[in-house]
């Protein structure tokens, strides 16, 4: 797989929670990062897609 079917990949399988917490996908983030599968900005990016897909909803 190249990276750009993996950002792809991963983007939609985040905006579509399918992990159950945003630790999960930016652990399988981290895997393509670390086996320089996906660059620097790619993982920035999907980790803050990460982080605002999963942020939890406060409730007042």
């Known amino acids: 797989m190249n990276n750009t079917v993996?950002?792809?990949l991963m983007t939609n399988l985040i905006e579509k929670?399918?992990?159950n917490?945003?630790?999960e996908a930016v652990a399988k983030l981290d895997v393509y990062f670390a086996m320089n599968r996906i660059s620097e900005?790619?993982?920035a990016t999907l980790t803050l897609l990460a982080?605002?897909?999963y942020?939890?909803?406060q409730t007042v």
């Open 41 to 43: 900005e790619e993982y």
């Open 21 to 23: 917490t945003k630790d």
């Open 51 to 53: 982080e605002t897909t």
């Open 6 to 8: 993996i950002v792809k």
């Open 55 to 57: 942020a939890e909803v």
């Open 17 to 19: 929670k399918f992990y």
